[in-house]
């Protein structure tokens, strides 16, 4: 059974500082992984998909990397500012399909 | 252009009664899926609809789950008898479909927040 961990579960760093969300997921086995944003008390915004035959993707400050075979993906955000405070949420695509997510990091960039 | 729109926003529903959730999505998008949000559980999984595929129900919780999607557009989310349980934040999400299967960005709508009473 697939299972997401996303590490650290909460952090908080100074405006324009450089960070690094981390997921790892258990079975390499999938069609893609993708990095949501979701703000307090809204759905979820697509940040950056990567299909599972690439290495990394990037969008602006954000750059997300893939490592397959070892289940690792991490999301960098460059200069971090305040309204990136948010929960991050890293999600597999299984074989059958599915998006099975992890539970989130939550973020906080303080002024 | 418009998103994926979920209505209502807000369900206050008491024990025991049926209550209907609706989503819309992207138009041209015939791939559309259900999740639920809720405190314990984190995010999971309930059904998706591809295009003219059997849908996957395979997470669906229990019986009182069901949803259907008429016209390979709109859905609607049933969840009957509800219970105290069933509280949580119900979301839709739907992406472009190539070929059998999509591996596309899956879009997400606004959510419904159902709470039972």
């Known amino acids: 059974k697939q299972e997401v961990t996303q590490i650290p579960a909460a952090l908080s760093v100074p405006e324009g500082e450089n960070l690094v969300l981390n997921c790892s997921f258990t079975?390499?086995?999938?069609?893609?992984l993708q990095w949501f944003r979701q703000d307090p008390g809204k759905g979820l915004t697509s940040l950056l998909l990567?299909?599972?035959?690439?290495r990394e993707q990037t969008s602006g400050r954000l750059n997300a990397s893939l490592d397959k075979s070892s289940g690792r993906s991490t999301l960098y955000i460059a200069a971090s500012q305040p309204g990136d405070s948010a929960t991050y949420l890293c999600?597999?695509?299984?074989?059958?399909?599915?998006?099975?997510f992890g539970s989130g990091t939550r973020l906080l960039v303080r002024p | 252009g418009a998103g994926v729109s979920q209505s209502p926003s807000n369900k206050v529903t008491e024990k025991g009664k049926d209550v209907e959730l609706r989503c819309d999505p992207i138009?041209?998008?015939?791939?559309l899926y259900w999740y639920r949000q809720s405190l314990g559980q984190g995010l999971e999984f309930l059904i998706y609809f591809q295009g003219n595929s059997a849908p996957d129900k395979s997470g669906l919780p229990s019986d009182r789950f069901s949803a259907e999607r008429t016209g390979g557009s709109v859905s609607t989310l049933t969840i009957q008898r509800t219970q105290q349980e069933d509280s949580a934040v119900y979301l839709c999400?739907?992406?472009?479909?190539?070929?059998?299967?999509?591996?596309?960005?899956?879009?997400f709508g606004p959510g419904t927040r159902l709470t039972v009473l």
């Open positions: 999400a739907s992406s472009f479909q190539r070929g059998g299967r999509s591996t596309d960005t899956q879009y």
């Open positions: 079975d390499s086995a999938i069609y893609n």
């Open positions: 990567i299909q599972s035959s690439q």
């Open positions: 999600a597999v695509m299984d074989s059958s399909y599915k998006l099975i």
């Open positions: 138009s041209g998008h015939t791939a």
